[in-house]
């Protein structure tokens, strides 16, 4: 059953080609019950997929259905409301074959018992190692990686042109030399702060939020965080904002129109909000974190792909319609131009290398993390957010603080 390379690249081109062409952007959000299933089928597969992802996904649908008599159904919903709508139908027999989704949701859907293994067969040196320990939870594969994005330092080299530093420290007198309004660009809020970006500079201190077991997987009970490492990077994020560099009224739009106002050579972000610098003419590049604390920085990898239902009636089929279909090379690059994350399949980065903007994410997710997936993960991100928050403020002694929200965060987690 596995397809032809060649025939999924053109009539995959062509779809979407002609999908291009006929679109006016009125295509309902609802269902696609269109493809109905044909006598003498020898199965039918249901696919809930977003507007983002459904040109590229229907485009191989009919490709696989050519080649196998079996027949894809879609529904397309809202990316929000799939993980949810899922959970709830899958236990009474439900709900659809094949989902789209993100990586943290894994542990919920291992929780609620709505996910079957995948299994990748020889093809598993093909991907990028850490979207497979993404989609993975207890050592074992739930998820086929199609994408991969994570956060790195965007520099605008117009305003700087000698090499990025080696520290952070550096890095911030480097940029406070050029005398633009603002250093190093790092989104917060005023209430919930942003550990999502500031988590390579914790990283550096060695302090991951989270242990893992003997297996690589990540361990609730080890909160990695509680530690001297932590409590020192707690102390950094206070001088950080003693300088000014952090401040908690700098937002995700401030920031983005001040790096493109050219009001600082520096910003950590993701490839979202790069390619609008892109197009208003900047010249960027894409640049590791430098450490703050002497360790490596590692920021969070979120990764996209596509999970089976625990109770398919076609699992085998749905298996290889997922693995030997969504996951070559023409479908990953497909996904790559509709939504713009990087594919999570090597050779498909490799062929992309010539963009310095994905390469240049690409090298600085290597070495990141996957973002926890496990349930515990939701418990964390309320204290984490507010206590940097309060050290950015300069509202208390940072090791007390910093003390205050992992005992506050493990009690949560023993008591859920």
């Given at each position: 059953?596995?397809?032809?390379?060649?025939?999924?690249?053109?009539?995959?081109g062509?779809?979407l080609?002609?999908?291009a062409?006929s679109?006016?952007?009125?295509e309902?959000a609802?269902?696609?019950?269109?493809?109905?299933?044909?006598?003498g089928?020898?199965?039918?597969?249901?696919?809930?997929?977003?507007?983002?992802?459904?040109?590229?996904?229907?485009?191989?649908a009919?490709?696989?259905?050519?080649?196998?008599?079996?027949?894809v159904?879609f529904?397309?919903?809202?990316?929000g409301?799939?993980?949810?709508?899922?959970?709830?139908q899958?236990?009474?027999?439900?709900?659809?074959?094949?989902?789209?989704?993100?990586?943290?949701?894994?542990g919920?859907?291992?929780?609620?018992?709505v996910?079957?293994p995948?299994?990748?067969?020889?093809?598993t040196?093909?991907?990028?190692?850490?979207?497979?320990?993404?989609?993975?939870?207890?050592?074992?594969?739930?998820?086929?990686?199609?994408?991969?994005?994570?956060?790195g330092?965007?520099?605008?080299?117009?305003?700087?042109?000698?090499?990025t530093?080696a520290?952070?420290?550096?890095?911030?007198?480097?940029?406070?030399?050029?005398?633009?309004?603002?250093?190093?660009?790092?989104?917060?809020?005023?209430?919930?702060?942003?550990?999502?970006h500031?988590?390579?500079l914790?990283?550096?201190?060695?302090?991951?939020?989270?242990g893992?077991?003997?297996?690589?997987?990540?361990?609730?009970?080890?909160?990695?965080?509680?530690?001297?490492?932590?409590?020192?990077f707690?102390?950094?994020?206070?001088?950080?904002?003693?300088e000014?560099?952090?401040k908690?009224?700098?937002?995700?739009?401030?920031?983005?129109?001040?790096?493109?106002?050219?009001?600082?050579?520096?910003m950590?972000?993701?490839p979202?909000?790069?390619?609008d610098?892109v197009s208003?003419?900047?010249?960027?590049?894409?640049?590791?974190v430098?450490?703050?604390?002497?360790?490596?920085?590692?920021?969070?990898v979120?990764v996209q792909?596509?999970?089976?239902?625990a109770?398919?009636?076609?699992a085998?089929?749905?298996?290889?319609?997922?693995v030997?279909?969504?996951?070559?090379?023409?479908v990953?690059?497909?996904?790559?131009q509709?939504?713009?994350?990087?594919?999570?399949?090597?050779?498909?980065?490799?062929?992309?290398?010539?963009?310095p903007?994905?390469?240049?994410?690409?090298a600085?997710?290597?070495?990141g993390?996957?973002?926890?997936?496990?349930?515990?993960?939701?418990t964390?991100w309320?204290?984490w957010?507010?206590?940097e928050?309060?050290?950015?403020?300069?509202?208390?002694?940072?090791?007390?603080l910093?003390?205050?929200?992992t005992?506050s965060?493990?009690?949560?987690?023993a008591?859920?």
């Open positions: 059953m596995r397809r032809s390379i060649p025939v999924v690249a053109v009539t995959l062509l779809a080609t002609l999908a062409c679109s006016d952007g009125d309902p609802a269902e696609d019950t269109s493809a109905a299933p044909a006598a089928s020898a199965g039918t597969l249901t696919v809930w997929v977003d507007d983002t992802r459904s040109g590229p996904v229907k485009a191989v009919k490709v696989f259905e050519e080649e196998t008599d079996v027949t159904k529904v397309q919903k809202d990316f409301k799939i993980r949810d709508d899922f959970i709830s899958v236990p009474a027999g439900q709900g659809p074959d094949i989902i789209v989704g993100a990586h943290d949701w894994l919920k859907l291992v929780q609620n018992g996910v079957a995948i299994e990748l067969g020889d093809r040196d093909e991907f990028l190692p850490v979207s497979l320990s993404a989609m993975s939870y207890d050592g074992t594969l739930y998820g086929l990686p199609y994408s991969v994005e994570n956060i330092l965007v520099k605008n080299n117009a305003l700087v042109t000698d090499p530093p520290t952070f420290d550096e890095l911030v007198t480097q940029a406070q030399a050029v005398g633009t309004e603002y250093s190093v660009l790092v989104q917060q809020d005023e209430v919930n702060g942003d550990p999502y500031l988590y390579p914790q990283t550096s201190f060695g302090a991951p939020v989270f893992t077991d003997a297996s690589g997987a990540y361990d609730a009970s080890q909160l990695a965080m509680n530690t001297d490492g932590g409590k020192a707690a102390a950094y994020v206070a001088k950080l904002g003693a000014g560099v952090l908690s009224t700098i937002s995700g739009d401030i920031a983005k129109e001040a790096f493109l106002a050219g009001q600082a050579p520096y950590i972000t993701g979202w909000n790069v390619g610098f208003a003419g900047m010249d960027v590049s894409i640049e590791k430098p450490s703050a604390g002497g360790q490596d920085s590692q920021p969070f979120g792909g596509f999970f089976i239902s109770k398919s009636e076609n085998l089929l749905a298996n290889e319609f997922v030997n279909y969504l996951g070559t090379q023409d990953q690059l497909a996904l790559y509709a939504g713009g994350r990087a594919p999570a399949l090597t050779a498909a980065v490799e062929s992309i290398s010539d963009d903007v994905v390469s240049g994410f690409a600085v997710g290597e070495d993390v996957p973002m926890p997936s496990i349930p515990a993960m939701d964390v309320a204290d957010g507010a206590t928050v309060a050290l950015i403020n300069q509202q208390g002694d940072p090791a007390t910093w003390t205050q929200m005992d965060i493990a009690a949560k987690i008591a859920s």
